[in-house]
């Protein structure tokens, strides 16, 4: 018979805080990697498109693996990821749980603003981001999503909802993991439940195309 116990984990994240002095709330930039990334690789990304305008947060997945770097097999290094489909639910719950408490001490100790949140993601990250705000369709403003996708239960789940948040998703032309005729169905299926939707296509293949920074920049100040 499978049973199971809980044990509580640390899950580690960078802050940076906004260089600018004012007396009012800044708006908050929740930053997920990718598959194998770290929170490190994320947060210089984040801290370019903040620009010291933002409280930014850059939050490392939970779970750690080995990952060879390199041909030499005793060479290896590790990387983070957001879950697998092995009780997935579970996953999906952590991070829930984790945004909406990073939302809240952010609020709290650092003076972010919980009205003008912004979440940041790439590849794996997306589809957890996108499972949040359209499960929790009031609580977040924007989203960025980087050669990501929509949730493989996108039709199937109840608990997505239409959003308030609005969308930035950011596709590959040359993407191995999502082809065109991939990217454009979820462009059709995110108009459909984001608040609005701004779908671009940089030439690129599966990385963060560094060319979106300045648009990113520009979409987040609009929505502001």
Request: aromatic share 12%; net charge positive; hydrophobic share 35%.
């Given at each position: 018979?499978?049973?199971?116990?809980?044990?509580?984990?640390?899950?580690?994240?960078?802050?940076?805080?906004?260089?600018a002095?004012?007396?009012?709330?800044?708006?908050?930039?929740?930053?997920?990697?990718?598959?194998?990334?770290n929170?490190?690789?994320?947060?210089?990304?984040?801290?370019?498109?903040?620009?010291?305008?933002?409280?930014?947060?850059?939050?490392?997945?939970?779970?750690?693996?080995?990952?060879?770097?390199?041909?030499?097999?005793?060479?290896?290094?590790?990387g983070?990821?957001?879950?697998?489909?092995?009780?997935?639910e579970?996953?999906v719950?952590?991070?829930?749980?984790?945004?909406?408490?990073?939302?809240?001490?952010?609020?709290?100790?650092?003076h972010?603003?919980?009205?003008?949140?912004?979440?940041?993601?790439?590849?794996?990250?997306?589809?957890?981001?996108?499972?949040?705000?359209?499960?929790?369709?009031?609580?977040?403003?924007?989203a960025?999503?980087?050669?990501?996708?929509?949730?493989?239960?996108?039709?199937?789940?109840?608990?997505?909802?239409?959003?308030?948040?609005?969308?930035?998703?950011?596709?590959?032309?040359?993407?191995?993991?999502?082809?065109?005729?991939?990217?454009?169905?979820?462009r059709?299926?995110?108009?459909?439940?984001?608040?609005?939707?701004?779908?671009?296509?940089?030439?690129?293949?599966?990385?963060?195309?560094?060319?979106?920074?300045?648009?990113?920049?520009?979409?987040?100040?609009?929505?502001?």
């Open positions: 018979m499978e049973r199971y116990i809980v044990s509580p984990i640390r899950c580690y994240y960078e802050l940076e805080l906004p260089h002095r004012g007396h009012g709330r800044w708006p908050l930039l929740i930053a997920l990697h990718g598959y194998e990334g929170k490190d690789s994320m947060m210089r990304l984040a801290r370019r498109i903040a620009d010291g305008r933002m409280v930014v947060i850059s939050l490392q997945g939970p779970y750690q693996f080995f990952r060879r770097d390199g041909d030499d097999p005793k060479n290896y290094r590790v983070f990821g957001w879950g697998t489909t092995y009780k997935m579970e996953s719950e952590l991070h829930h749980r984790n945004l909406r408490a990073l939302i809240s001490l952010a609020a709290r100790h650092w972010a603003d919980p009205r003008r949140v912004f979440l940041l993601a790439f590849s794996q990250g997306c589809s957890y981001n996108y499972r949040f705000i359209f499960t929790h369709p009031r609580e977040v403003r924007g960025i999503a980087v050669c990501g996708g929509v949730p493989a239960d996108w039709n199937d789940n109840p608990r997505y909802r239409p959003a308030r948040t609005h969308v930035l998703h950011i596709a590959a032309t040359e993407d191995e993991w999502y082809t065109r005729e991939k990217n454009l169905q979820f059709r299926e995110l108009a459909e439940r984001a608040a609005s939707l701004d779908f671009r296509l940089y030439n690129s293949t599966h990385r963060f195309p560094r060319t979106s920074i300045p648009h990113i920049r520009i979409w987040i100040e609009k929505h502001l």
